[in-house]
């Protein structure tokens, strides 16, 4: 549900009053284990997905099926409780995950994390058709024009998810945590997203091992470059009749 709130428009040399929708946008605290771990602005809804998909996408969990429970708490800020076995926690959680770093230079240097190896392959129509998919899915969108979206795509089946928040980063964390809570595996997905590809939307995608990320939009060249090193299939400008593939298109049949 969109807040409403009071705004003057001016247009045509006139002022009036109108009420105008905006996106909401709320904390939520993430504790693991009963320790704090984060604190995430986001559209509400969707807290376990959000909150699942961000430990596995961030690296803090080694196993998404060692989470025993749940527990959401409405409040100010909101809260979500994850009970998780200890020994499947990154040792000192956010401090010691792996994580890409990027030196002074410009270089970008490894921490425990190998280049992808899938053999999962898609064809071009399957992902043509996902700008319809994915703006169909986007109702805060269209009520509101202030939310990301984010859509996860099977490749071994007829399977998909929408996420929509504020931001981002959110809506894949929403996508990724949707999937780990239905069985399914990002290691056999497609993700598109609405915006811009940065070098930090790439590396949470290397960390979730999904092997083709798509835009919309398009991706920083140090987006592309960190894709082409950890072995991302890398899609701009995706729309229904063409796209752009930067690195990796063997993922994708009947390129050659």
């Given at each position: 549900?969109?807040?409403?709130?009071?705004?003057?428009?001016?247009?045509?040399?006139?002022?009036?009053?109108?009420?105008?929708?905006?996106?909401?946008?709320?904390?939520?605290?993430?504790?693991?284990?009963?320790?704090?771990?984060?604190?995430?602005?986001?559209?509400?809804?969707?807290?376990?997905?959000?909150?699942?998909?961000?430990?596995?996408?961030?690296?803090?969990?080694?196993?998404?099926?060692?989470?025993?429970?749940?527990?959401?708490?409405?409040?100010?800020?909101?809260?979500?409780?994850?009970?998780?076995?200890?020994?499947?926690?990154?040792?000192?959680?956010?401090?010691?995950?792996?994580?890409?770093?990027?030196?002074?230079?410009?270089?970008?240097?490894?921490?425990?994390?190998?280049?992808?190896?899938?053999?999962?392959?898609?064809?071009?129509?399957?992902l043509?058709?996902?700008?319809?998919?994915?703006?169909?899915g986007?109702v805060?969108?269209?009520?509101?024009?202030?939310?990301?979206?984010?859509?996860?795509?099977?490749?071994?089946?007829?399977?998909?998810?929408?996420?929509?928040?504020?931001?981002?980063?959110?809506?894949?964390?929403?996508?990724?945590?949707?999937?780990?809570?239905?069985?399914?595996?990002?290691e056999?997905?497609?993700?598109?997203?609405?915006?811009?590809?940065?070098?930090?939307?790439?590396?949470?995608?290397?960390?979730?091992?999904?092997?083709?990320?798509?835009?919309?939009?398009?991706?920083?060249?140090?987006?592309?470059?960190?894709?082409?090193?950890?072995?991302?299939?890398?899609?701009?400008?995706?729309?229904d009749?063409?796209?752009?593939?930067?690195?990796?298109?063997?993922?994708?049949?009947?390129?050659?």
């Amino acid at each position: 549900m969109a807040d409403e709130m009071v705004l003057w428009h001016y247009t045509d040399g006139d002022w009036r009053q109108e009420r105008h929708s905006l996106v909401p946008e709320r904390p939520l605290a993430l504790f693991i284990n009963g320790r704090q771990i984060a604190v995430i602005m986001r559209l509400p809804g969707l807290e376990r997905e959000l909150a699942l998909g961000y430990c596995y996408d961030e690296g803090l969990l080694v196993d998404a099926s060692a989470v025993q429970g749940m527990s959401f708490k409405p409040g100010s800020p909101d809260e979500l409780e994850m009970l998780v076995e200890p020994e499947t926690l990154r040792d000192n959680a956010v401090s010691a995950m792996p994580r890409l770093v990027m030196a002074v230079a410009g270089v970008v240097q490894t921490a425990g994390l190998a280049p992808l190896v899938s053999s999962c392959r898609v064809t071009p129509d399957k992902l043509l058709a996902m700008p319809a998919l994915l703006d169909a899915g986007q109702v805060q969108r269209r009520e509101t024009g202030g939310t990301h979206a984010a859509g996860l795509f099977s490749i071994v089946e007829d399977w998909y998810v929408v996420c929509e928040d504020i931001g981002r980063h959110n809506a894949v964390d929403k996508c990724v945590g949707t999937a780990l809570l239905t069985g399914r595996m990002p290691e056999e997905m497609v993700l598109l997203c609405t915006g811009r590809l940065s070098y930090e939307m790439v590396a949470k995608v290397v960390r979730a091992r999904i092997p083709i990320i798509c835009t919309l939009a398009v991706p920083t060249a140090l987006a592309v470059s960190l894709a082409g090193e950890y072995g991302i299939t890398l899609v701009s400008r995706l729309d229904d009749d063409s796209f752009r593939v930067h690195a990796h298109p063997e993922r994708i049949t009947g390129w050659h």
